[in-house]
C-alpha cells in the first residue's frame, strides 16, 4: 500500500516539475527585436536605414480542390518605397512601381547593368545584369548616401 502511494507521490512530483519547466512565460514583456524592423521590409535590418523597401502583394482567391472551394494566395503586385523621416520615424510614399513595369523595363531593357526601372523624389530603383535589384536614397544631411540590394527570386521575366 505504501509502496503504491509512494510511487503515486513520486509521479505527480515529475509531473508538476515537467509543467514548470514547460510552463509559458508571462507574455508582458517585450519582444526583443536584435536589431530587426519585424514589420516586411526588405531591409529590416538597416534601423536607421532613409528608406523602407517593400514587396507589395494582393490578396486573391482561386479556385480550390476538394478540400475547400476557394483559396486565398498573395500575388506579388510590385515594389513599394517608403522614405522614412528622420525626425519622427515616419514613412511616407514615395514611390510604387508595379510588376509589369518592372518586367517591360527590365526585358526591354535587354537585362543590362545599371538598368534604371524607377525614380522620385532622388529615391532610385535599379536592375543588375546579374539578376539583383538595389535601391539608392538621396544624400542626407552629412552628404551620405544609403544604397540597399537585393537578389531577385520573385520577378520572372524573359
Given at each position: 500500500?505504501?509502496?503504491?502511494?509512494?510511487?503515486?507521490?513520486?509521479?505527480?512530483?515529475?509531473?508538476?516539475?515537467?509543467?514548470?519547466?514547460?510552463?509559458?512565460?508571462?507574455s508582458?514583456?517585450?519582444?526583443?527585436?536584435?536589431?530587426?524592423?519585424?514589420?516586411?521590409?526588405?531591409?529590416?535590418?538597416?534601423?536607421a536605414?532613409?528608406?523602407?523597401?517593400?514587396?507589395?502583394?494582393?490578396?486573391?482567391?482561386?479556385?480550390?480542390?476538394?478540400?475547400?472551394?476557394?483559396?486565398?494566395?498573395?500575388?506579388?503586385?510590385?515594389?513599394?518605397?517608403?522614405?522614412?523621416?528622420?525626425?519622427?520615424?515616419?514613412?511616407?510614399?514615395?514611390?510604387?512601381?508595379?510588376?509589369?513595369?518592372?518586367?517591360d523595363?527590365?526585358?526591354?531593357?535587354?537585362?543590362?547593368?545599371?538598368?534604371?526601372?524607377?525614380?522620385?523624389?532622388?529615391?532610385?530603383?535599379?536592375?543588375?545584369?546579374?539578376?539583383?535589384?538595389?535601391?539608392?536614397?538621396?544624400?542626407?544631411?552629412?552628404?551620405?548616401?544609403?544604397?540597399y540590394?537585393?537578389?531577385?527570386?520573385?520577378?520572372?521575366?524573359?
Amino acid at each position: 500500500m505504501f509502496k503504491r502511494l509512494f510511487l503515486f507521490v513520486a509521479l505527480l512530483g515529475l509531473l508538476l516539475c515537467a509543467g514548470a519547466v514547460f510552463a509559458k512565460e508571462d507574455s508582458t514583456e517585450p519582444v526583443p527585436t536584435n536589431g530587426y524592423i519585424y514589420d516586411g521590409r526588405l531591409n529590416g535590418a538597416d534601423v536607421a536605414a532613409p528608406v523602407a523597401i517593400f514587396y507589395r502583394y494582393e490578396t486573391v482567391r482561386l479556385p480550390g480542390d476538394w478540400t475547400a472551394p476557394f483559396k486565398e494566395v498573395k500575388k506579388l503586385e510590385g515594389i513599394e518605397l517608403l522614405a522614412i523621416d528622420p525626425v519622427t520615424n515616419n514613412g511616407r510614399l514615395v514611390m510604387d512601381v508595379p510588376v509589369t513595369t518592372i518586367i517591360d523595363k527590365i526585358d526591354t531593357g535587354h537585362h543590362k547593368d545599371g538598368l534604371l526601372i524607377a525614380s522620385n523624389e532622388g529615391f532610385s530603383l535599379y536592375y543588375s545584369d546579374d539578376n539583383w535589384f538595389y535601391v539608392t536614397a538621396p544624400a542626407d544631411k552629412e552628404g551620405k548616401t544609403y544604397t540597399y540590394q537585393w537578389q531577385n527570386f520573385t520577378f520572372l521575366h524573359d
